[in-house]
């Protein structure tokens, strides 16, 4: 999609008024430090078929483990989905291309179940490409699957965008058995979170724009919670203890602008302008993450690394673990003091950890293989 360009005076404004404001270190925590938790990797050549699925302890010299092995389509995107076992290694969900992409096909992909000392396991095909498996708090697993539509044709001078017949399973994690929880028709349905219960949060974006709305996937009920969106919205983070919803979209009013805001995940369907607005500022990469205690962070205007806006109307702090840079919050530890970064500046790319209290970080990878964050586990290698 075309993202809109241009930069506002009022922008300009705010943004200058929050960097007089905000370019401040907040004071470190000794009290609440503590080791740094065990991670998931996935780790591979980047133009390689095959991937390791690596469990890593960063805090010990213990040598890291070997989960399972991947093989894929070469050069595929690969994504993870952990699943902590108390007192055992944890399960992990890995999708990747299984075929070449066919003139634009978008469902090349697989999803494997990997499990330490098995052989990775193929539990479904079709998937969305470069999508993520979800698992809801009740343990369900969903996938975005999809049927290639009709190729678009040159209309009244327009191009239209292809639209897809998608759908939302339910995969039995053993069998591999599919159980259809949503169908439609559309561009995407990406499910952006998981909520409470056996619901998922989706951002559906169709012909007529977008919508977000919570799915149950046990009984295949929806509740609206935006309608008739612009299809300019994406990071979508979920705080359970304020039951409230995340997101970046572009503004409607001041082009090149984009806004972080938050939503009620229940209650009456709301409107776009209903939305609580917590930042805006003139970057496209904001990349916002609300953490369990209802901290939000970002990636600050100009890559001047990570921010966190502690409560609203509070203006974000700059606490930048891994200098001036673009910040994308992948994931936060159970007991939340722990959060995984991609930390991306001008031809450099890694990941780390940030530890709240003391502000510190770890870096994970070590350069030269593709690495994606999977999740954080529970047992020690």
């Not at 369900?140 to 699957?145: E, G, N, Y």
Request: hydrophobic share 45%; glycine share 10%; proline share 6%.
């Amino acid at each position: 999609m075309k993202l809109r360009s241009g930069l506002g005076v009022a922008a300009v404004a705010v943004a200058c008024a929050w960097w007089s404001l905000a370019a401040r270190e907040a004071p470190a925590d000794p009290q609440r430090e503590g080791p740094a938790p065990p991670v998931v990797l996935l780790e591979g050549a980047p133009d390689g078929a095959e991937t390791r699925v690596m469990l890593r302890a960063v805090a010990t010299n213990a040598r890291p483990r070997v989960l399972g092995v991947v093989t894929h389509v070469a050069g595929s995107a690969r994504r993870g989905t952990v699943v902590a076992r108390a007192g055992v290694s944890p399960r992990v969900y890995v999708v990747a291309a299984e075929r070449p992409s066919r003139r634009g096909s978008t469902y090349e992909s697989a999803l494997w179940r990997v499990d330490e000392g098995a052989a990775a396991v193929r539990l479904a095909g079709e998937l969305t490409d470069a999508s993520r498996a979800l698992v809801t708090e009740r343990g369900s697993l969903v996938v975005q699957r999809g049927r290639d539509g009709d190729e678009p044709t040159l209309t009244d001078r327009v191009l239209r965008e292809r639209v897809d017949a998608l759908s939302l399973d339910v995969v039995d994690p053993t069998s591999g058995a599919l159980r259809a929880a949503w169908t439609g028709r559309g561009m995407i349905a990406f499910l952006a979170a998981p909520l409470r219960g056996d619901e998922a949060l989706v951002y559906h974006v169709h012909e007529g724009g977008a919508s977000l709305f919570a799915l149950d996937v046990s009984t295949r009920a929806t509740r609206t919670i935006i309608d008739r969106m612009d299809p300019l919205a994406r990071d979508f983070s979920y705080d359970a203890a304020r039951d409230e919803v995340a997101f970046v979209r572009a503004s409607e009013r001041r082009a090149g602008v984009w806004e972080v805001v938050t939503v009620p995940a229940h209650g009456p369907p709301r409107a776009p302008e209903e939305a609580q607005v917590r930042w805006r500022a003139a970057s496209d990469h904001l990349m916002p993450r609300l953490l369990r205690d209802g901290a939000l962070v970002i990636s600050l205007p100009d890559d001047k690394g990570l921010g966190v806006i502690e409560a609203f109307p509070r203006l974000p702090a700059r606490v930048a673990p891994l200098g001036d840079g673009a910040d994308e919050a992948l994931g936060e530890s159970d007991d939340g003091r722990w959060v995984a970064l991609r930390h991306r500046t001008q031809g450099r790319e890694v990941l780390g950890l940030y530890e709240r209290a003391s502000h510190r970080a770890v870096q994970l990878d070590e350069g030269g293989d593709a690495v994606e964050f999977a999740g954080f586990a529970t047992v020690t290698p």
